[in-house]
C-alpha cells in the first residue's frame, strides 16, 4: 500500500526486499495503523515523504535471514521495534536508542532517510530490533506491542513508589495502555480524563479506577476534581495539545512529575508559572527504549490486554478507505489492523 500524494494510497506491486547482512525478511501477517501514520497521510507532518510504504507496528513470520543472522531461522514468528538504532553512538551504548543520533524509523521518510515499512506482503528489518514472539500471543495482537512499548517507556520516564495515584490525560489508544502499565506496575488510584465517553468507558475497562469528563477548553476544572481529597504525583499526558497539557500541569500535586507523550501539535501554550512556583518536573517520553521484552511478557501474561482496543481487522486492500475513516475521525475507531 503505497503513499503516492497527499492522502493519496494505493496498492501497487513494488520488487520484493532487499535482505542485507545482519537483516531479518518477514512476511508481514498484521500491521496498525498508528495515530502517526494517520497524521502523516496528508503530508503535513513532514515525516511521510511520497513515495512511501508506511507501517511501523508489526508482526510477522521470517521469511528469510541475511548474512551474519543468528538469533532468527526462517519460520520463526516475530516482531520488531519501529527505531532502528545504529548501537554505536553514545546514546545507544548508554541504553538509550531512541535517542540515536542515525536513526531511522520503519515505514517513516523525511529529509533525512527514506525506511519502506509494513503495509506490504514483506519487509526488511535488522536483526537487532527484531524480537520472538510467544506462541500465546496472536499476530494482530502482537502488531499492538510497538504501542505498549511506547506506553511502557512514558511511565519509566518518572518512577513511582507503589500505590502513587496517577492521572491520566486522554483515553485514546496510548491513553488507554498507560493506564494497564501503571496497573501492572503497581499504581494506586488510577484517574483517567477524557472528553468522549466511550473513552471513558474503554479507560474503566483498562484499568481506570475513576474517570472524569472533561471540557478540555477549562483545566482548572479538572484540577479541582482530581484534588478533592486526592493528591496526584506523576501525570501522564496522551494527548499533545495546549488544553491537554495544561490539564496535566494544572491537576499534579506541588513537587509533582507531568510525562509528555502527546505529539499531535509542534507548539502548546504553557502554564509557566504553575511549573516554576509549584517546582514541577516535566518529561517528554519519545517511543520507547529496551521496553520491548517487558511488553511482550505483560502481553503474554494477560497484564496488559489489546483486544479491546482493536477496533477492526481488515485486509490490506482495505486499507485507503481505513485510512479515510480514521482521519475523518470517525466515532468508536480506535485502532484497525491491516492483514496483508
Keep these: 500500500m503505497l503513499l503516492t500524494g497527499p492522502r493519496e494510497l494505493g496498492l501497487v506491486d ?6 542485507g547482512a545482519g537483516e531479518v525478511l518477514l512476511r508481514v501477517s498484521a500491521c496498525g495503523i498508528c495515530g502517526s501514520d494517520v497524521h502523516g497521510y496528508d503530508l503535513s507532518s513532514g515525516r511521510r515523504v511520497p513515495p512511501l510504504v508506511m507501517g511501523h507496528e508489526a508482526a510477522g513470520v521470517v521469511a528469510g535471514v541475511g548474512p551474519g543472522v543468528a538469533r532468527f531461522a526462517e519460520g520463526d514468528r516475530v516482531t520488531f521495534d519501529s527505531t532502528v538504532f545504529c548501537g554505536e ?3 545507544c551504548r548508554a541504553g538509550r536508542t531512541n535517542l540515536c543520533t542515525a536513526r531511522e524509523v520503519v515505514g517513516v521518510s523525511c529529509q533525512e532517510f527514506r525506511r519502506h515499512g509494513a503495509f506490504a506482503e514483506y519487509v526488511s528489518v535488522p536483526e537487532r530490533i527484531c524480537h520472538h514472539l510467544p506462541d500465546e500471543i496472536p499476530m494482530e495482537h502482537a502488531a499492538m506491542i510497538e504501542a505498549v512499548s511506547v506506553a511502557a517507556h512514558a511511565v519509566s520516564r518518572a518512577p513511582f513508589a507503589a500505590g502513587a495515584a496517577c492521572l491520566v490525560v486522554g483515553a485514546g489508544m496510548i491513553g488507554a495502555l498507560v493506564v494497564q502499565v501503571l496497573r501492572a506496575r503497581g499504581a494506586g488510584e488510577i484517574v483517567s480524563v477524557d472528553r468522549d465517553a466511550s473513552r471513558l468507558e474503554l479507560a474503566r475497562r483498562c484499568g481506570a479506577t475513576r474517570t472524569i469528563a472533561v471540557d478540555a477548553a477549562d483545566p482548572h476544572a479538572v484540577a479541582r476534581e482530581v484534588a478533592d481529597g486526592l493528591e496526584v504525583s506523576h501525570v501522564y499526558e496522551a494527548v499533545g495539545t495546549s488544553p491537554a497539557v495544561g490539564t496535566a500541569i494544572e491537576a499534579v ?13 509542534p507548539l502548546v501554550d504553557l502554564p509557566l508559572q504553575a511549573v516554576v512556583s509549584r517546582e514541577l518536573t516535566l518529561y517528554g517520553s519519545a517511543a520507547s527504549s ?7 511478557e505483560l502481553m503474554r501474561t494477560g497484564q496488559v490486554d489489546v483486544t479491546p482496543l482493536i ?7 482495505e486499507g485507503p478507505s481505513w485510512f479515510d475513516r480514521l482521519y475523518s475521525g470517525e466515532p468508536g475507531l480506535m485502532k484497525v489492523v491491516l492483514e496483508p
Design 14 to 19: 513494488l520488487p520484493a526486499p532487499v535482505v
Design 290 to 296: 529496551g521496553e520491548f521484552p517487558e511488553s511482550i
Design 253 to 265: 500535586a506541588r513537587g509533582g512529575h507531568v510525562t509528555l507523550v502527546g505529539n499531535v501539535t
Design 89 to 91: 553512538c553514545a546514546n
Design 311 to 317: 477496533s477492526v481487522r481488515a485486509p490490506l486492500d
